[in-house]
């Protein structure tokens, strides 16, 4: 189809399906047969020996709409595939070979696609642990967030309603770990109590010995000692950490709580802490790798 190439050019030799008249004596516009329903390109020639040709563009009413004038192009093979009697000339038509046709539109071999598939899997070989490993770093930032929030709201309720409150474990049916304030004291998650289910994937211990890097420089460097391992957060009346005994929660001054979360991955093991201060101030760590930062 012509109509997609104009201006007509040079360029159209190479990328149209040209037919040519050859006799007579002027260029003149001819009737095409009633079968044919596109736009088609002739070339009418008025001697064979004679230059330029000349480019008729046909529509379907048969008027001419456009002439240009072409250089004649000695390397365009001339492949005649079958003629068409009409009446006054006869039209001879051209079909390119594969060494005019462009080559824009000849595709992809089956080579080109094994390579271009193969390249594509090993990227994504190198991109999908880096990528599940950023994922994890995220996950088990915003677990500690969550955790850390959690044990705000029990050292806030503690303080409000002049009690003492306690961080619990439990199950949920689906089998996700979940932390809650026992708000009843009854060591078993009742509904309403403050909740935040962290998963299967991240893994919290409470107190020291988690087996985390540099754990021990860690700890050190908090400056006051901390309660032992397995005990979670819990909270006086004066929003101060305490051990729960006896139905009372006295406060050992100096001492705090840590939690440790951890995620597995392809890569590397994602740490991540939760401290309590002595003051019952509450802080989030997290471990790049090298040293342990507060976020």
Not at 22 to 50: M, Q
Not at 101 to 130: D, H, N, W, Y
Request: net charge positive; hydrophobic share 40%; charged share 15%.
């Amino acid at each position: 189809r012509c109509d997609r190439f104009l201006p007509l050019s040079a360029k159209i030799r190479p990328l149209a399906r040209l037919a040519c008249a050859t006799g007579g004596d002027g260029l003149k516009s001819h009737a095409l047969p009633r079968h044919v329903t596109s736009v088609t390109c002739y070339l009418i020639i008025r001697k064979w020996s004679e230059c330029p040709f000349y480019v008729t563009l046909f529509n379907r009413t048969s008027s001419v709409s456009r002439i240009d004038s072409l250089e004649r192009d000695s390397h365009v093979p001339e492949e005649p595939v079958h003629e068409q009697n009409l009446g006054v000339r006869t039209l001879r038509r051209w079909e390119m070979t594969d060494r005019t046709a462009p080559k824009g539109g000849q595709g992809f071999s089956l080579i080109e696609m094994v390579i271009a598939v193969a390249m594509i899997l090993v990227l994504a070989a190198i991109v999908t642990p880096s990528l599940s490993n950023a994922i994890s770093i995220i996950k088990v930032r915003y677990s500690a967030n969550d955790l850390s929030g959690l044990i705000q709201k029990a050292r806030i309720e503690a303080a409000r309603k002049n009690t003492f409150y306690s961080i619990e474990q439990t199950t949920l049916s689906p089998g996700e770990v979940a932390y809650y304030v026992d708000l009843a004291k009854s060591s078993s998650f009742v509904a309403g109590d403050p909740l935040v289910e962290l998963g299967n994937q991240v893994s919290v211990h409470s107190g020291t010995g988690s087996g985390a890097p540099g754990e021990t420089a860690f700890t050190t460097g908090l400056s006051f000692t901390l309660y032992s391992s397995g005990v979670l957060p819990s909270f006086n009346a004066r929003g101060l950490p305490c051990t729960p005994s006896s139905g009372t929660c006295p406060q050992t001054p100096g001492q705090g709580f840590i939690c440790f979360l951890s995620r597995n991955t392809v890569l590397a093991t994602i740490w991540a802490s939760v401290v309590v201060t002595p003051s019952g101030r509450v802080q989030v760590w997290s471990y790049d790798g090298t040293n342990w930062t507060q976020i």
